[in-house]
């Protein structure tokens, strides 16, 4: 047993051995897991994909004379007033009300980016906010507060998708080649850090992570957690969507290479979002954990055109573009951006080893209610 506390020590010590999800997979492979468990204290672990939930909160500060916002758009893309009389919400998948293609994700890669925008505003007159109408441009320096709260981020396995009609499906999956042309998927698989963590011993409630170059922290269960699954046997992981989560994160962290937004044909917006997880190990079970391989990962299946779940395959077989299903081989295509969440594991190591980057101790374990109930 080593406790996070002890593991922080030795890093301010530079004795700490920090291994990539990927040196610490070789190790395990070539020294055993009780090795693994007894050498090495902390594995980095990645992904980088589209994350439709997610947006930011933003404090406009008061106009003068002030004003009650209600309706606010920023690049003619609407965010949530109804807060109070200066906070608004943005969310990444907000389209602009005149171009499709362009929504609120491109407004949040702006901010980053420190480019001008566009501010309007619309109110209703009252004695203590007397303004109605305001218009600006103006640049995150401009702000007060601007920081990402994302309700549902870094899902724990997600299905692959399908087509098994005669037609091409455009998803927010991407476009399904028809007659089962095509299995799309998203996640970086053995690298991603709830694959690292199937009980989420380590991560929780409080944990710091790597968010778009910056730093950020779980802040709840995300939403749609689903505790309720069938898991593999022998890794303990669920083979269809379960653990995410919810998470806050200063936008003036982040860089702009980290982050980018993206338009899904037929689909709309979303935003590609990085996040970094170090995973201590603490004992041998997370030293199991950690040296999970992608031919050990199942995803299902989901057939977009019957709705149902047609089979299962290994993260080995989708990214070896190694798959049948129903006597064809369908290409494999990814959403996410597995190169890079390989590169954010080592830029994740570095930060620990040099000490600017320190573990915590969840205040709290996920999940908290960990439900997943249809609307029916």
Known sequence: MKSIDEINKKIKEKKAVILTASQAKEMAEEEGVKSLAEKCDVVTTATYSPMCSS?????SGHT????????????????????????FYLGAT???????TYGGAHVIQKLVKREK??????GTSTDCYPKSKFTKEI????????YFFNPRNCYQNYNAAC???????????????PNLGSVNFAGAGEISPLMNDPYLQTIGIGTRIFFCGGEGFISWEGTQYNDSVMRNKKTHLPISPSAT??????????????????????YGVSLYISIGIPIPVINADMAHAVSVRNKDIITQVHDFASRETVGTLTYDQLLKNNIRLFDKKPVSRTMSKIRNAYKITEI???????????????VKPLPIYGKCTPIE
Request: hydrophobic share 40%; net charge negative; with cysteine.
């Open 64 to 87: 003068n004379p002030h004003m009650k916002m209600q309706e606010v758009f920023l690049d003619d893309v609407q965010a949530y007033g109804g807060i109070a009389c200066a906070d």
């Open 163 to 177: 087509n098994t009609s005669d037609k091409e499906l455009k998803t927010y999956m991407g476009s399904l080649l």
């Open 94 to 100: 907000q389209e602009s009300t005149h171009d499709k």
């Open 55 to 59: 947006g930011v909160f933003i404090n």
């Open 348 to 362: 994740l190591k570095k930060q620990i080893e040099a000490g600017t980057f320190e573990l915590t101790q969840p």
């Open 245 to 266: 989560l919810a998470i806050t994160a200063d936008l003036r962290q982040v860089k702009p290479e980290f982050i980018s937004p993206l338009f899904i044909k037929g």
């Open 139 to 146: 640049t995150i320096d401009d702000l007060n507060q601007v």
């Open 117 to 122: 925008i566009s501010f309007k505003a619309d």
